[in-house]
Each structure stands twice: as C-alpha cells, then as structure tokens.
C-alpha cells in the first residue's frame, strides 16, 4: 500500500494537481513505458500489446476536492472558496494546510462560536461564506509576510491509515487516487502480460471541476475505448440495512448510469461477462447525480465506449474516506481480464450496429 499511501497523502487540489503528478511519473519511469501529458497537465504512460488497435484508456484523475484562499481579513484569517463538491456541515473544526509555493501552513477551519450564536443561528447549517481559516496569525500583515497570498490552494488533512480488520483504508483523497493506484497498477501487472492491444493508463487534472482534463486528455490519447477509475458512494451505512447499494467488500462497482452518461451497453455487458467468467465478484452502481471522466470520453470525436469500473467509498467529499482493500484487488483483475479479452473483433462488435 506503500504507493496508495504516497498518492493519497500527497496534495493536489483542482489546477495545483503538482505533487501528485510527480509521484505518477516516478512511477511510470520505474516501469519503463513512454509517458505523455496533456497541456493542462493530465500524464499517461502507453503500454503496447501485440497490436497497435484497439487503443484502451483507463484513467483517474489526480485532483481531490479543497479549496482556494480567497481573502484575507485585516485580522489575519483566510476567507476561502470550494474547489469541487462540498457539503458545509462536514468542515467546521477540521484541520487543512495552505500550500504557498514551498511553504506550508496548518490551519483550522473555524466561524462565529456557537455561545454567541442567536437561537436562530443555531438551528441552520453555517455557510461556507461565513466560515474561515484559522493560521494563528495576528493580522493581514503578518500573513502577507509568511508569505500567504490570495490564491493558494489549501488541502485537508487526515493521516493514511489501515484500520484493525486489516482491509478497510482510511484517508483523505481516495477520490480519486484510487484511481491514479488503479492505473499504475494495471500498468505493472500487464508488463509480463499478453494483450491484444495498445493500453494508454493514467490520470487526467480537473475533474472535480468539470471533466475538464477528460476533454483535453483524449485528444492526446485518441482512445478506442475508454475506462475512467474512480470510487462510487458506499451507501452501507445505518439505515441502509437490506438494500442493494454499493457497500465495501462486496467487489468492484460498475457504473450503469450517473449523470454525465449512459455507458456504453455493449461494453458494460463484455465487462460483466468477463467478471462472471472469471468469478470477480462486482457492484452494480445506479445514480442519478454526479458523474466521471467517462462522461466526456464518450464523446469523443464520433464517439468512444466508455465505462466506469471503481470501487465504494464511504464519506466521499469531505477530509476523510473509507475503501476496501479486497475491492482494490478485485478492481484490478477485473480490469485485467478485460484488456487481456478485448481485442479488435470485440471492438468491431462494440462498435457495429
């Protein structure tokens, strides 16, 4: 977990997607594929099977959801605004670091205590508006001079860990350096496999924002087919008893529908072959709002067959998640045995009506 941990703990908030960058094309050099970018800063390594065509993108993406300092008050606290996804009542009293080229700055997020708060104050959620973070500054002033500025970016905190039962992973970012493990991996479990096509792995920037290194990404690419790698909700929760949500430990999710895209059938129905054939178990993922990379990879030029293959994670969208071990593990050999499988008269049946 060496290498999940590295990514997870690594900041890479929307546009400042950095470190993260770094830390995959450390590790595609150590696998020896070329590697290209985008130019916004998406990277893929291309892996090529024993033919060129079909050309198979599987991608993550680097950034996770944070925040961007905004204002600095007179009395020396940031003023900030969300990049990506964020429900307000998950931020009060957690901790963040503000990124200043290579300085970095804990901070707590913090508003209007709550003795002062008038009955009606206390009986609604507090807006992001009103909340700030805390650096334990005095001033505007003495802010400016430790050298935070308007701007930079600010990541939560929450230290990787691996729970008791030794399979549930604790962190922030999981969305989505899941997906960023998941491509690395795949790329180093294919080196010593054979498969009838070119595969192209890697992650893309700015997807909690808009999809938007999807779009830039594929023109690089010029994918065939495509998987994006990304987590879906665990809905395991209590008060979910005896539903069928997604829920860690019970396989893979496959994406059937979110709001970005319908996947494409003939696509989705090879995947659950191959997952059936080879006994991986997997998850059936129906959602009415959100979406993935995979909602702009599909329309791609005349268009690419896409789908998204990820895992269930609890508590998406805030400083901390939960995934499973045992689903990462089965992620990637469903993942394997679909590229092993998809070959050009596949593609050719995918792709003819």
């Known amino acids: 977990m060496r290498r999940l941990m590295e990514l997870a703990e690594a900041p890479g908030v929307p546009g400042a997607e950095d470190e993260v960058r770094q830390i995959m094309r450390?590790?595609?050099?150590?696998?020896?594929?070329?590697?290209m970018y985008d130019r916004l800063g998406s990277i893929f390594a291309e892996k090529k099977g024993e033919t060129e065509h079909p050309r198979i993108l599987l991608a993550g993406h680097l950034d996770e959801v944070g925040f961007m300092v905004s204002e600095i008050t007179r009395s020396g606290m940031l003023r900030f605004t969300?990049?990506?996804?964020?429900?307000?009542?998950?931020?009060?009293?957690?901790?963040?670091?503000?990124?200043?080229?290579?300085?970095?700055?804990?901070?707590?997020?913090g508003c209007k205590?709550?003795?002062?708060?008038?009955?009606?104050?206390?009986?609604?959620?507090?807006?992001?508006?009103?909340?700030?973070?805390?650096?334990?500054?005095?001033?505007?002033?003495?802010?400016?001079e430790w050298g935070i500025r308007v701007g930079d970016p600010v990541v939560p905190v929450c230290p990787f860990e691996?729970?008791?039962?030794?399979?549930?992973?604790?962190?922030?970012?999981?969305?989505?350096?899941v997906g960023c493990w998941l491509a690395l991996e795949i790329l180093s479990r294919l080196r010593m496999e054979k498969h009838p096509n070119t595969v192209i792995a890697g992650a893309t920037v700015q997807e909690e924002v808009g999809l938007r290194g999807a779009s830039t990404s594929s023109w690089v690419v010029e994918p065939e087919v495509a998987f994006a790698?990304?987590?879906?909700?665990?809905?395991?929760?209590?008060?979910?008893?005896?539903?069928?949500?997604?829920?860690?430990?019970?396989?893979?999710?496959?994406?059937?529908?979110?709001?970005?895209m319908i996947p494409h059938l003939?696509?989705?129905?090879?995947?659950?072959?191959?997952a059936e054939k080879?006994?991986?178990?997997?998850?059936?993922?129906?959602?009415?709002?959100?979406g993935t990379d995979a909602g702009r990879f599909h329309l791609f030029k005349k268009g690419v067959p896409s789908l998204v293959i990820g895992v269930a994670a609890r508590y998406i969208h805030s400083h901390v998640s939960m995934i499973s071990r045992r689903d990462l593990e089965n992620a990637a050999r469903l993942l394997v045995e679909t590229i092993k499988e998809l070959d050009r008269d596949v593609l050719n049946q995918l792709t003819t009506w």
């Open 26 to 35: 450390s590790e595609m050099d150590k696998l020896g594929f070329p590697v």
């Open 82 to 109: 969300p990049l990506g996804g964020w429900w307000s009542q998950v931020l009060l009293a957690q901790r963040v670091t503000v990124i200043s080229g290579k300085k970095r700055f804990r901070g707590v997020i």
């Open 113 to 144: 205590p709550p003795h002062v708060l008038t009955p009606e104050e206390r009986n609604r959620l507090v807006p992001i508006r009103e909340m700030f973070i805390d650096v334990g500054a005095e001033s505007d002033e003495q802010v400016k």
């Open 162 to 177: 691996i729970m008791p039962d030794g399979d549930t992973i604790l962190a922030k970012a999981l969305d989505n350096r």
């Open 229 to 260: 790698l990304d987590v879906g909700v665990a809905e395991d929760h209590p008060g979910s008893e005896g539903t069928n949500k997604a829920r860690l430990r019970q396989g893979p999710i496959i994406t059937f529908l979110d709001a970005t």
């Open 266 to 274: 003939k696509l989705r129905d090879f995947v659950v072959r191959v």
């Open 278 to 290: 080879h006994g991986i178990p997997y998850q059936i993922d129906i959602i009415t709002g959100g």
